[in-house]
């Protein structure tokens, strides 16, 4: 558990800079430069993401049952969970959909967080999806207070929304029939 617990911190540390700090976040960034911010700044996450992903694997070996799901609230998950794509592709496809979310990308991780915890009830599972959770819900109370950085992504376009709605829902449908299962080694609709 400490190996995935120091992921979390890693990880979550230097996602929330500008949560925290966003005048020192500026400043060390026009100090080094943007890009090797954004390397250093991505090279830490990486770190912290590998070490939740070991920690959090080894943490299924032998998990601490806090709540048992009843099957609906699995059912009830896999429903919120279908906006999930579509929001995160829309972060990077400026349409309607982000016009009208404002932070589709925080919307979606929220989303997927609440979902998850709905379904799986071990110590690990709390641990991190309510850390996303609350990050997600920090991150979205500090915007108000500062400017969002501009995310890279396609031209604004009409189109944008439905290849967002498309190409998220058929996202959705890999991961529930078969990509959740090749990645993180559990069925979604199998249990």
Do not use: C
């Amino acid at each position: 558990m400490s190996i995935f617990l120091l992921g979390l911190v890693i990880f979550f540390a230097v996602h929330s800079v500008s949560i925290v700090n966003a005048p020192w976040r500026d400043r060390q960034a026009a100090k080094l430069g943007e890009g090797p911010w954004q390397a250093t700044y991505s090279l830490v996450a990486l770190i912290g993401f590998g070490l939740i992903v070991w920690g959090y694997g080894l943490a299924r070996h032998d998990p601490v049952i806090l709540y048992w799901s009843p099957t609906w609230l699995r059912h009830l998950a896999l429903l919120l969970l279908v906006p999930v794509f579509p929001l995160l592709l829309a972060a990077y496809l400026p349409g309607r959909i982000q016009t009208t979310v404002k932070h589709p990308m925080l919307a979606a991780i929220k989303l997927w967080a609440a979902a998850h915890l709905l379904a799986n009830g071990t110590l690990a599972d709390v641990l991190l999806f309510g850390t996303f959770l609350v990050w997600a819900v920090a991150d979205r109370i500090s915007l108000k207070r500062r400017a969002p950085r501009p995310v890279p992504g396609a031209p604004p376009s009409k189109v944008n929304d439905l290849i967002a709605v498309v190409g998220g829902l058929a996202l959705y449908i890999a991961f529930v029939l078969w990509l959740h299962l090749w990645l993180i080694g559990v069925s979604p609709i199998a249990r």
